[in-house]
T-cell receptor
Framework: GNSVTQMEGPVTLSEEAFLTINCTYT??????LFWYVQYPGEGLQLLLK?????DKGSNKGFEATYRKETTSFHLEKGSVQVSDSAVYFCALSTPGDNQGGKLIFGQGTELSVKP | DGGITQSPKYLFRKEGQNVTLSCEQN?????MYWYRQDPGQGLRLIYYSQIVNDFQKGDIAEGYSVSREKKESFPLTVTSAQKNPTAFYLC???????????????FGPGTRLTVL
């Protein structure tokens, strides 16, 4: 079945450091890929998305490229801020699979950025 | 502003009691979803509905029930049959997926249920 694997957290960085959170997936067909962010005590917000191979999603300085050859969608940011501290979820969806378009999530990676 | 509301934010119940969590959206979305989140884990799908008066079981539906009488509302009942109901519950909605289109889901703020 379809699945998503993320690097384990927590990840602790200093402000202005470079961030990478690894995400790999297993899926039949051609999934769409997403990164969601969850701030403490809140629901999830869509951070960025990519719907086909080689697409790059970007938002708020974060980027991720859909790599079909390595089945990966790693999240990167060149310079993190304290306000980026949150839990990040990688997810996939395979439209047209008769599963209602459900999202399959990785286990989440907690990021803590210190001043 | 359009969005998804969940109430209450925190809910406490005694073991053996049924409890209903509210989810309302004014985004005119046809599809709605309920997820459960446990510490250190990703979200797991409980139920979903693609249209009014229709819903389907997700991966962990046992001990839960839902209804979809209105497009805007998708309440979740946690029954006494759910063995470990203490968790964070998230509701989401989206336009229904169609061939070739992706499924961007919008999430509510969540309800944290604690069973004592």
């Amino acid at each position: 079945g379809n699945s998503v694997t993320q690097m384990e957290g927590p990840v602790t960085l200093s402000e202005e450091a470079f961030l990478t959170i690894n995400c790999t997936y297993t899926a039949t067909g051609y999934p769409s890929l997403f990164w969601y962010v969850q701030y403490p005590g809140e629901g999830l917000q869509l951070l960025l998305k990519a719907t086909k191979a080689d697409d790059k999603g970007s938002n708020k300085g974060f980027e991720a490229t859909y790599r079909k050859e390595t089945t990966s969608f790693h999240l990167e940011k060149g310079s993190v801020q304290v306000s980026d501290s949150a839990v990040y979820f990688c997810a996939l969806s395979t439209p047209g699979d008769n599963q209602g378009g459900k999202l399959i999530f990785g286990q989440g990676t907690e990021l803590s950025v210190k001043p | 502003d359009g969005g998804i509301t969940q109430s209450p934010k925190y809910l406490f119940r005694k073991e053996g009691q049924n409890v209903t969590l509210s989810c309302e959206q004014n985004l005119n979305h046809d599809a709605m979803y309920w997820y459960r989140q446990d510490p250190g884990q990703g979200l797991r799908l409980i139920y979903y509905s693609q249209i009014v008066n229709d819903f389907q079981k997700g991966d962990i539906a046992e001990g839960y029930s839902v209804s979809r009488e209105k497009k805007e509302s998708f309440p979740l009942t946690v029954t006494s049959a759910q063995k470990n109901p203490t968790a964070f519950y998230l509701c989401a909605s989206s336009h229904p997926p169609s061939s070739g289109s992706y499924n961007e889901q919008f999430f509510g703020p969540g309800t944290r249920l604690t069973v004592l």
